[in-house]
């Protein structure tokens, strides 16, 4: 299995622009999870999915961002526009279940956003 | 609120030493608990994970903990530490009032000089 795969690793943008991030599940994982690394804050849950529906958006900073997930084997983190508070590392995670703790969360590569 | 400590943010100790990472949480009823590591320049991934049962709990590459319910504690320990074992471990918690959500600590960044 190759994991959670997402793309790009690294966007490096300027303020004002659109920038979207990508995640693919990891297969038959029903569960999708959009976390926010920095170092200020730590790890912060964005917004969660089961079944490609969005269940808890709660995190999710403000209206400039917003995440899609139109079918089961992919999803869309879009910032827009991008402001440079914004930098920070995107990760994905997905899981098997219904989003219980239960279900191990496997954690993609990471998106390194830059924006200046 | 529900919240996570991790009381040392930076950790240096020398190879062979033994390890113990301290993992507080805030939350009285029942309680899953988390171990992650992240390897420089990796992703996050999980090193052991506690929901019921033995509270002494051993994960992959050696590693340990030990949830003490009274203490409200969920310590990662290994007793010889290896160069590699260099990267950041985050505590996580999950409470049953809410299914899916993990309450992260904000991470202990361990250096083991070789």
């Known amino acids: ?116 | 609120a529900q919240s996570v400590s991790q009381h040392n943010h930076h950790v240096i100790l020398s190879e062979a030493a033994s390890l113990e990472l301290g993992c507080n949480y805030s939350y009285g009823g029942t309680v899953n608990l988390f171990w992650y590591v992240q390897y420089p320049g990796q992703h996050l991934q999980l090193l052991l994970k506690y929901f019921s049962g033995d509270p002494l709990v051993k994960g992959i590459k050696g590693f340990e903990a030990e949830f003490i319910k009274s203490k409200f504690s969920f310590n990662l320990r290994k007793p010889s530490v290896q160069w590699s074992d260099t990267a950041e471990y985050f505590c996580a918690v999950n409470a049953d009032s809410s299914n899916y959500q993990l309450i992260w600590g904000a991470g202990t960044k361990l250096i083991i000089k070789p």
């Open chain 1, 1 to 116: 299995d190759a994991g959670v795969i997402q793309s790009p690793r690294h966007e490096v943008t300027e303020m004002g622009q659109e920038v979207t991030l990508r995640c693919k599940p990891i297969s038959g994982h029903n569960s999708l999870f959009w976390y926010r690394q920095t170092m200020m804050r730590g790890l912060e849950l964005l917004i969660y999915f089961n079944n490609n529906v969005p269940i808890d958006d709660s995190g999710m900073p403000e209206d400039r961002f917003s995440a899609k997930m139109p079918n089961a084997s992919f999803s869309t983190l879009k910032i827009q526009p991008s402001e440079p508070r914004d930098s920070a590392v995107y990760f994905c995670a997905s899981s098997g279940g219904l989003g219980f703790a239960s279900d191990t969360q496997y954690f993609g590569p990471g998106t390194r956003l830059t924006v200046l």
